[in-house]
Nanobody, 124 residues
Framework: QVQLVESGGGVVQAGGSLRLSCAAS????????MGWFRQAPGKEREFVAY????????VYANSVKGRFTISRDNAKTTVYLQMNSLKPEDTAVYYC?????????????????WGQGTQVTVAS
């Protein structure tokens, strides 16, 4: 079982940047596809980005494409989300998640392990 701990959230002005980190415990981090999701008050949890375990292929939600970058460092068992040009609508709790399945997906239900989340607030 893997434990995930997010950090790096905070309050930022619109147009600013934040870098989220998600540290994973356990020696098998490289076996997991990793994803970032977010949930705003009153809304369902939504996909932000994922990065595959083998090729490092990254896929993004249309709403963040060109502004956010997901990356992973298997040696440090950490996945990152660099967020630039932030908008007020990016305000949410951001979660990282790990998937053990063969094919990486953007569906929250397919992810096996979740972090506790970190709050990102973008002020207008």
């Amino acid at each position: 079982q893997v434990q995930l701990v997010e950090s790096g959230g905070g309050v930022v002005q619109a147009g600013g940047s934040l870098r989220l980190s998600c540290a994973a415990s356990g020696p098998t981090f490289s076996n997991y596809h990793m994803g970032w999701f977010r949930q705003a008050p009153g809304k369902e949890r939504e996909f932000v980005a994922y990065i595959s375990r083998s090729t490092g292929n990254a896929v993004y939600a249309n709403s963040v494409k060109g502004r956010f970058t997901i990356s992973r460092d298997n040696a440090k068992t950490t996945v990152y989300l660099q967020m630039n040009s932030l908008k007020p609508e990016d305000t949410a709790v951001y979660y990282c998640a790990a998937e053990t399945g063969f094919i990486v997906t953007s569906r929250p239900a397919d992810y096996d392990y979740w972090g506790q989340g970190t709050q990102v607030t973008v002020a207008s």
